[in-house]
């Protein structure tokens, strides 16, 4: 990519804007918070008044980023400009979608910075889209630079942040034969960044409860496994949801199970009931180097999608059947495995 050439378009879209709202999707990740922070900042260096928007709330384990506070639930009234990270799909953006209609974001209003697919259905006056880079935070690094913005400590945290989430720090297979990231890496620790400082930040909002660390030894006894050990799964029931969200992710527990002997793709599900209705199922997907099937797997659905190690889906309906869903997911993880095992 010609990072020269879209900064110049950037840099056109953005003249006379004085109010820009940086989008989030419904679902925020360390990658989407870091990369807004990141641009809210560098924004700021060309004198533009930002609103950080994102329709859920950050959740927890994202507060140790610096600004967090600073994401509203509520879309501005006013904007000239708004930039969305991370994203290109309407599907993503449902919330938004509801309340306002795509109206509320017209083509020569939007510029959309994004790594993933092609497939993004979001029309925009630039599409700094670089399927080459493996974090949206390492587009706003090559983007502003290739602008001549400052790159401060604060800035590069966030970007660091951001690469290190979609990496799953640097261990996943997106890294191989791109030098790049490293170099950029090594350009955010000249910056003034301090990675021990990051994870020290990121470990303390990790920090659970002793009660906490017994629901999730209770949770490390309900994984089930299916396809020959190979795809790990936890349901989360509504209740639970309402009880522990606020402080842990109780799917995240799967991360553990990526550690078991011959499991290749971990998958939480969460079920939402409204009026007695199963009315939203979501599922978070996480692979083992060498399985990169996430996305794929993600859009067995049509709200669903990400990236090849990590994705995530949606569904949602008046009263849906998990059992079909979840056996509809488990079927194709084991279809894509035996897939990717025979390449």
């Given amino acids: 990519m010609n990072y020269k050439d879209m900064a110049e378009q950037v840099i056109t879209a953005l003249d006379g804007a004085k109010r820009v709202v940086i989008m989030q999707a419904d679902n925020p990740d360390g990658d989407s918070l870091s990369s807004a922070l990141a641009l809210e900042l560098l924004l700021g260096q060309m004198g533009k008044d930002t609103v950080l928007y994102c329709s859920i709330d950050v959740p927890t ?150 009660d906490m660390l017994k629901y999730r030894g209770q949770l490390l006894e309900r994984v089930e496994y299916f396809g020959g050990g190979r795809v790990a799964s936890i349901t989360i029931s509504y209740d639970e949801i309402r009880e522990h969200s606020q402080e842990f992710n109780p799917t995240v527990i799967l991360d553990e199970t990526r550690l078991v002997r011959g499991v290749a793709v971990a998958i939480g599900f969460k079920q939402y009931v409204k009026n007695g209705s199963l009315v939203r199922v979501t599922g978070r997907i996480r692979c083992n180097f060498g399985f990169s099937i996430a996305d794929d797997l993600a859009k067995t659905f049509p709200n669903g999608g990400g990236h090849v190690y990590a994705a995530g889906f949606k569904v949602e309906g008046t009263d849906l059947d998990f059992e079909d869903i979840k056996q509809k997911i488990i079927v194709k993880a084991t279809e894509l495995l035996d897939k990717e095992k025979k390449n």
Wanted: charged content about 25%.
């Fill in 61 to 210: 384990h994202l507060r140790y980023l610096e600004g967090w506070d600073r994401v509203q639930k509520d879309f501005p009234s006013q904007f000239d400009m708004a930039m969305v990270v991370d994203c290109g799909y309407w599907r993503l953006f449902g919330n938004l979608e509801k309340d306002y209609g795509r109206g509320r974001l017209p083509k020569d209003k939007l510029i959309i910075i994004n790594e993933h697919d092609l497939d993004q259905d979001m029309d925009c006056i630039v599409n700094v889209q670089d399927l080459n880079a493996v974090s949206s935070g390492y587009i706003v690094f090559e983007l502003f630079t290739a602008m001549g913005k400052m790159i401060d400590k604060q800035v590069a945290t966030f970007i660091a942040s951001s690469i290190m989430a979609d990496t799953l720090g640097f261990t996943s297979e997106v890294v191989v034969d791109k030098p790049r990231v490293f170099e950029i890496m090594a350009d955010l620790v000249r910056a003034g960044l301090n990675l021990g400082e990051l994870q020290s930040k990121r470990f303390e909002q990790m920090k659970i409860s002793p």
